[in-house]
């Protein structure tokens, strides 16, 4: 609470329990000085201000301090004009911080606090990250402030950019919804109560479409339809046709009577922000109305004896599809593909009498031949027809593979053919005995095809010889250790570690020592706790078509010899050492006798002495060799 000490020539501040706070004020005209402080009222954010005038002097002014009591601005002065008073008593604020001043005529002024508007700015979807914003406020000399956030975020506001009354964001904005507000500032320090504000969207990224719909690539449809969408919502669309302008439309589109030709179509889309597809797509096809010719190049002559008689054929355009027919005269067409890319053959034969091939070409835009060419002929012969009862079908271990096999025309003979797959075949008599067939010399490893054809009396020829695909593999799969002893090596160990490779990854592989039972392993194998001796390790690999393969691997092991080699030579070199010694005292002992004319059998006897030491030392150094010879043996 605030109190205008008149007679004080000053104001007064306290609580509301009334303990004093601040007191300024002195008698004079200066800034913060008071004639006769009137009236006072304090504003939301602590401003006070403070009507002062006197009749007397002719005196009036309304003063403006902080919460501290310093002052910042005055306006106003005696008069019956516009900002005058005669004498300024009572003041307050509205709700919308407007300031209301009782004078002594009863006139009431009002000040306000300065406003804003926003003259231009970007429309609410923009593709500029560095938009600008114009304003203007109805007072003069106020600055402004502005701010510029993200939607939904308080303001921020700060000094604007300039130049003049404008904004622009040092930064480039970042896709995204932002809120731009700004608010004048008037002398005193009073802002907008309200700023205005706008709202608008960056947007930068362009949207892209695709075609959902249109002709193939290739049509005979002159009046193609085409359906479109875009990533986004709210888009326009133009399109262009064989390169044409850009000219709006929507999907789906259509164009009308075109002609024969190559033609492309492409559309492209622009959003709100302004955005236009950079790369739109394009639709290439061409339109082709003019059917295939087909022209039978291959057949059977007027009357054949082949059941299974072939036609080729070819048409006038390039990858054209082909449907083929083969009816008798009176049961008319029934296309359906043919048997090849550009050539038939039935896949049954067929019986005596007449039939008439029909062959009909369509194009990749779907025109149809519309008069396909035929070939009428007669099939008056039965040639004979094969069956292979028995034989191998895909792999087999057996180097020599028999053939069985049988013919609907009795006392037929047969022709056989073994050759590599993708060979042509090479008929020969069959090697028998009867219908069978067997390949005299063993089959390398590979991929076969065995076909047979029965041969009557008149020399017809099966003309669809059965033949069937096999391949012989006979070869075991190789093992190779990798790690381990070597064949027969020595192991001064009581525990063996084997690595081994199968060539063939597939190949069940099983282990045996010592001819113990094969049981299932793989590599490294671990052999522990081996008694002295020898062992054999048996590795066998059987690939998934039976072909097997062993390896054996002997090696001895010496654990224990070599321990006990090693004791020996440990016990044998002190022993030699001894041994020498011994010797050379007997030695020197002899000299010594020698020299001083001893008796003969003093000496003698001392010579005994030096020979049994010297026998003893040749036995211990033998005995030391002998355990050498064992570690080297063993160890």
């Avoid at 094969?518 to 522990?528: N, T």
Wanted: glycine share 8%.
């Amino acid at each position: 609470m605030y109190v205008a000490d008149t007679d004080n020539y000053r104001v007064q501040g306290f609580t509301a329990s009334g303990v004093h706070l601040a007191t300024w004020g002195s008698q004079g005209t200066g800034d913060g000085q008071f004639v006769r402080p009137q009236g006072v009222a304090v504003r939301e954010d602590g401003f006070v201000f403070v009507a002062d005038a006197d009749l007397d002097s002719q005196f009036a002014r309304v003063q403006v301090f902080d919460p501290l009591g310093r002052f910042i601005t005055k306006w106003g002065e005696y008069g019956f004009g516009e900002r005058h008073f005669l004498l300024g008593r009572r003041m307050s604020f509205t709700p919308q911080g407007r300031l209301l001043v009782g004078d002594l005529e009863i006139k009431q002024y009002r000040f306000e606090r300065p406003g804003a508007r926003i003259d231009t700015s970007p429309p609410e979807f923009t593709n500029r990250n560095r938009p600008t914003f114009a304003f203007s406020s109805a007072q003069e000399t106020v600055s402004f402030e502005c701010s510029l956030v993200p939607q939904g975020s308080q303001p921020d506001f700060g000094p604007c950019s300039g130049p003049g009354n404008e904004h622009t964001p040092a930064e480039p904005l970042a896709d995204g919804t932002y809120a731009f507000s700004v608010r004048a500032v008037d002398g005193w320090g009073d802002p907008t109560p309200d700023p205005p504000q706008r709202t608008f969207t960056v947007d930068t990224v362009a949207p892209r479409t695709r075609i959902t719909s249109g002709p193939p690539p290739h049509t005979n449809d002159r009046s193609p339809r085409f359906r479109f969408a875009a990533d986004e919502e709210l888009v326009s669309f133009e399109c262009s046709f064989d390169g044409g302008e850009w000219e709006a439309c929507e999907s789906p589109v259509s164009y009308q009577d075109l002609p024969d030709g190559e033609h492309s179509f492409s559309v492209r889309a622009t959003d709100r922000a302004g955005n236009v597809e950079p790369d739109p797509p394009v639709r290439a096809f061409s339109v082709d109305t003019i059917p295939p010719r087909t022209t039978i190049t291959f057949g059977p002559p007027a009357h054949t004896d082949d059941p299974r008689p072939r036609f080729e054929f070819e048409a006038d355009e390039e990858d054209v599809s082909f449907k083929c027919s083969l009816t008798r005269p009176a049961e008319g067409h029934d296309l359906s593909p043919c048997s090849g890319a550009r050539s038939h053959r039935p896949a049954d034969p067929l019986a005596e009498g007449d039939w008439v091939f029909v062959v009909q070409a369509v194009d990749e835009a779907g025109n149809v031949e519309a008069d396909p060419p035929s070939r009428t002929f007669t099939v008056d012969a039965q040639a004979p027809r094969t069956t292979i009862t028995d034989g191998p079908s895909g792999w087999t271990a057996n180097r020599r593979p028999r053939f069985e096999f049988t013919s609907d025309t009795p006392d037929a003979d047969f022709e056989c053919s073994l050759v590599p797959a993708g060979a042509d075949p090479e008929f020969a008599p069959c090697s028998g005995p009867g219908p069978s067939h067997q390949p005299r010399a063993p089959l390398v490893d590979g991929d076969y095809t065995f076909s047979v054809r029965a041969v009557d009396r008149l020399g017809r020829r099966d003309p669809a010889p059965p033949s069937v695909d096999f391949s012989v593999d006979a070869t075991a799969p190789r093992i190779t250790i990798t790690a381990g002893p070597e064949q027969g090596a020595r192991v001064p160990s009581r525990d063996v570690r084997v690595e081994f490779v199968v060539s063939d990854p597939d190949a069940e592989v099983e282990c045996s020592l010592d001819d113990s039972e094969l049981k299932p392993c793989a590599s490294p194998i671990e052999l522990g706790d081996l008694d002295d001796g020898w062992h054999t390790l048996i590795i066998r690999a059987t690939d998934p078509f039976g072909n097997a393969r062993g390896l054996a691997l002997p090696f001895r092991t010496t654990a224990e010899a070599c321990e006990r080699a090693e004791r020996d030579l440990a016990k044998a070199k002190p022993r030699v050492a001894k041994a020498r010694r011994e010797v050379k005292r007997a030695r020197k002992r002899v000299r010594s006798l020698q020299r001083r004319g001893a008796a003969r059998a003093k000496v003698r006897r001392a010579e005994r002495q030096l020979t049994r030491a010297q026998q003893e030392l040749r036995g211990v150094r033998a005995a030391l060799e002998r355990a050498r010879d064992e570690r080297q043996r063993f160890c």
